[in-house]
């Protein structure tokens, strides 16, 4: 039986700037003037690890003499005290347990100890159950995280055994009130009418019912996030209202037809989109041969131009990348991991170029923070903790990877009540002759960098395409990832040795639709074996390992004769 251990850490007055930042929070976002303290405590559970090194951990890992108190096992409280305790939903990515068991493989030079971690949130002052009520729903994100025993002393490996992936019998035959009820269980993104047509696909060519990952993985493709159907939408009539703003458009949709029919020609039948006049100008100009830096292949990872780059070698030739990033539905929901994960996710797209992030950018836009709790939106979180915990998020992943910020700017109005926006956007480079750009061929091995596979970031691409209600908050905690930026940092470092970087043949990011979407762009057609796919944790079933999106995972390939040394540098 594993021998359980609990420490509790909380840093000393004068040192407890968290703990006085919530009462601060509490007293003046929820007029809490009866509550005198906050204390913050830190609470991991350790698994099986010995007396010695469990001696060398408490102030070396999870304390520092100077600044903290340690309790072993129980936490004392005293008469008046409340207490709760938070720790995040199973399959979200907890950064404080995993930075402490990879800190005892240092220390032990052995085998990982599998720690959990959570916090106690301890309350003091003449509170009504109304009021601890009103601070667990204000402290406590449902959509990521959930109220625990403050004894509770288990650690959830989540050691099951992963269901069978069901096959959908009598999919075919459903009527379409069948298929609706099917659409709304299932919380698909698609419409009705794109699941008749996969219904009638499987019926007519394939002849069998199909399995619920067949229907997941159509769904994640086929998503505005990665099919970006709301650009591609045909327009059909345009008309221009009367306002002061009325010139300037009609200009610009005119200069936008006289483009087009340089590009296609007068007498085109290609559909007028959105997408289409974001990027006619740069058809126009490539056509007049005015983009001559531009650099063209069939690995798109991100905007990319030729440039020359004046080095301690002389002039050298380089690759710049471009990239923006909108996370405005998961920072809307979970607004740390949100926000966080939109830096990554702009990173991981040229970091796949093999190209090296220098610089970023940050423009949101939010409703009026300093507006009551009480008036919050139905459904939503208050716009405060939204504006606060994104610049958390942000700044977060933002100095672990070690990323310049230069432009930070966020808009107050209030039509950003309804939904927040989130942009981020880097610019990035290397050296051109690190970044090959050959077609895959029978017999390369496709090689999974950096961190593994678990449930956070299921439904990502889905959930930020579907219509939301004020239940949303409550059912897409999995969809919002928990960035890693320690495992990013690493693929950074691998991509940047230019023996490394010359070995990858192609590379793709594990972005919206995870295995399915990173492996299956590689190459025109592979079988992918599922079982090979690393996981955070056991009991992760087919769909799962099919869909679940990453920042901090690549596919790359490389040839057969150099997958060993590969795996060196990785290592």
């Known amino acids: 039986m594993m021998n359980i251990r609990c420490v509790f850490v909380e840093k000393k007055k004068g040192f407890d700037v968290e703990a006085q930042s919530l009462l601060s929070d509490f007293k003046s976002n929820l007029r809490m003037d009866n509550l005198q303290e906050v204390r913050v405590i830190n609470k991991y559970i350790l698994g099986a690890v010995s007396e010695e090194y469990y001696k060398k951990a408490l102030n070396t890992i999870f304390s520092e003499l100077t600044v903290d108190r340690v309790y072993e096992e129980t936490l004392p409280l005293e008469k008046g005290d409340i207490a709760f305790g938070v720790e995040y939903l199973p399959g979200q990515y907890d950064q404080r347990a995993d930075s402490a068991s990879q800190c005892f493989q240092l220390l032990t030079s052995g085998d990982r100890v599998e720690v959990k971690s959570s916090k106690v949130i301890i309350l003091k002052g003449d509170l009504s159950e109304n009021d601890i009520e009103r601070v667990k729903n204000y402290y406590i994100n449902s959509v990521d995280s959930k109220e625990v025993a403050i004894d509770d002393r288990t650690i959830d490996t989540q050691l099951s055994i992963p269901n069978d992936v069901q096959i959908l019998e009598g999919f075919n035959e459903r009527n379409l009130e069948a298929l609706k009820e099917f659409h709304s269980e299932q919380g698909l993104a698609m419409s009705i009418d794109d699941l008749k047509m996969i219904q009638e696909y499987f019926k007519n060519e394939e002849k069998r019912d199909p399995s619920i990952t067949e229907v997941k993985v159509i769904d994640t493709y086929w998503s505005d996030h990665c099919r970006h159907t709301t650009f591609s939408t045909k327009i059909e009539k345009v008309e221009i209202e009367e306002n002061k703003y009325t010139t300037p458009i009609v200009k610009a949709y005119d200069a936008y037809i006289k483009s087009r029919n340089f590009v296609y020609g007068e007498n085109t039948d290609r559909n007028e989109t959105l997408m289409d006049i974001a990027c006619i100008l740069v058809k126009e100009m ?286």
Do not use: W
Not at 321 to 341: D, Q, R, S, V, Y
Not at 529 to 541: H, I, N, R, S, T
């Open 286 to 571: 490539r056509k007049k041969g005015m983009l001559e830096d531009l650099d063209v292949s069939e690995e798109i990872n991100a905007c990319s131009i030729n440039i020359d780059v004046e080095t301690d070698k002389g002039i050298e030739k380089y690759l710049l990348m471009f990239k923006n990033e909108t996370h405005n539905h998961p920072t809307e929901i979970e607004p740390f991991g949100g926000a966080a994960t939109c830096l990554g996710g702009a990173i991981r797209d040229p970091l796949s170029g093999r190209t090296y992030v220098y610089q970023a950018m940050r423009v949101t836009g939010s409703a009026d923070p300093t507006v009551p709790v009480e008036k919050t939106l139905k459904g939503k979180l208050p716009q405060r903790t939204i504006t606060l915990g994104a610049a958390h998020g942000y700044s977060s992943y933002g100095n672990q990877i070690g990323l310049a910020t230069g432009q930070v700017a966020e808009v107050y109005h209030q039509n950003y009540v309804a939904k927040r926006m989130e942009v981020g956007a880097v610019i990035a480079a290397a050296p051109k002759e690190n970044v090959v750009r050959e077609e895959p061929t029978l017999g390369d091995v496709v090689i999974l960098l950096g961190g593994r596979t678990g449930r956070d970031g299921v439904g990502g691409a889905t959930g930020s395409s579907k219509e939301h209600t004020t239940e949303s908050i409550n059912t897409c905690g999995a969809e919002v990832q928990k960035g890693n930026a320690p495992t990013e940092r690493k693929l950074q470092r691998l991509f940047r040795i230019p023996e490394a970087a010359k070995m990858i043949k192609r590379c793709n990011d594990f972005g919206a639709g995870g295995v399915s979407v990173a492996i299956g762009e590689l190459c025109r057609g592979l079988d992918i074996d599922l079982d090979k796919v690393p996981k955070k944790y056991e009991g992760l079933d087919g769909t799962e390992l099919a869909v679940s999106e990453s920042q901090e995972r690549m596919a790359v390939v490389v040839e057969a004769k150099d997958v060993e040394r590969f795996m060196k540098f990785a290592e």
